[in-house]
């Protein structure tokens, strides 16, 4: 209970003690903290810089998507314009084509009419000199008369 | 009935002294100061040396990068004492935290000591022929001396050094009272105020460590084994607490005593 020289001893102890974990212990120790400290740090960085890259990029892909998606409907637009452009000539052509060809047959009726009459106009002064010769060479009876008329109607009829 | 109390004081008085070492001309020169309690030294040396050796160790085989299981619960000690220093000690003094350190994990292993059944080594020291044996260090006047008085001369040499003997001088004699006239009644009382510093620190640590044996051995007294249970289990439970509290006052009470010392007023 009483101070004895256990206190000088004591003190030599102590402060060698402490002059042990200044020279050997503290600083190592303390130095690993901070280094492991300062790696951490660079850690958090390097992970927060990933991720700002990783949000950049996802915007500019969309940004992209998003641009490539209005070329389409572009290209599809157009497309589409061209494609009824297209189809208007065809049916334009075709029309004037058409119209071309109706004309041409319906001239080609006119003058095929034209020929037929003439035709007709021939043969019936054909016929009619055929008739008159006929007659002219037979005796005329009333009953001779009615039948050459009749055939001659029928003729007539025939090659109508 | 004489007899008993005869032995129970006998008992308490057993656990109440050191193992005493003295030399014929120590006793003649120094009387009872002569005498050095080797119990005291043999268990706190081993102690400091086998936590600082455990540090040491760690210390050079320590990573900066993914630190062991062991090294990582020393770092969480390190960083404990780190910020305390930090907190209080604003000066750049390399001293400060290893001495913090030393102090805190010294004084928290001596205090530990209190939580080995007060019988244990006493009983199997005294089969192999030593007397007395006193397991905690810290419940001897000498070990909390030895720290204080350590931590008093710090504080005395870097009173001087960071203030000059000059202005160490002035503050001794302008404080509390900042004039002139008043230095005969501002030094004694500055005398006073920085010796209350290490007889506070040793006597504070001491007598919460005293108290707690002397409690661990009345409660041994008792003659019912279920009674020594209860009493003891709380009792110790509640020690584990005012180990750490008073090893964790010696610290920072060093801390903020020394960071005085570098600020003047």
Known sequence: MNLNLTLFGQMITFALFVWFTKRFVWPVLIKAINDREAKIADGLAAAERGHHELDLSQERAKELLHEAKAKAIDVVDQAHKQATHILEEARAEARTLAERMAQLAEEEIVQAKHAAK?????????????????????NITSDINDRMIS???AEVGVSE | MSSEALDTTQYVHHHLTNLPWTHAFL???????????????????IL??????????????????VPSKLQNFVEILFEFIQKQVKETFHGNNPLIAPLALTIFVWILLMNLMDLIPIDLFPMLLKTAGVPYWRMVPTTDLNVTFAMSLTVFFLILYYSVKEKGAVGFAKELLMHPFPYVWMAPINLP????????????LALRLFGNLFSGEVIFILIALFPIWWLQWILGFPWAIFHILIIGIQAFIFTIL??????LAHESH
């Open chain 1, 118 to 138: 003439m035709a007709l106009q021939q043969e019936l002064g054909m016929m009619v000199v055929k008739g008159a010769e006929r007659i002219l060479k037979q």
């Open chain 1, 151 to 153: 055939d001659l109607i």
């Open chain 2, 27 to 45: 006793q003649k020169k120094l009387g009872d100061f002569g005498v050095i309690n080797l119990d005291s030294l043999i268990v706190s040396f």
């Open chain 2, 48 to 65: 400091g040396s086998v936590i600082l050796l455990l540090f040491y160790f760690l210390a050079r085989r320590a990573t900066s990068g």
């Open chain 2, 189 to 200: 009382l500055s005398i006073i105020h920085e010796l209350a510093k290490p007889v506070s």
């Open chain 2, 254 to 259: 060093t801390i903020v005593y020394l960071s």
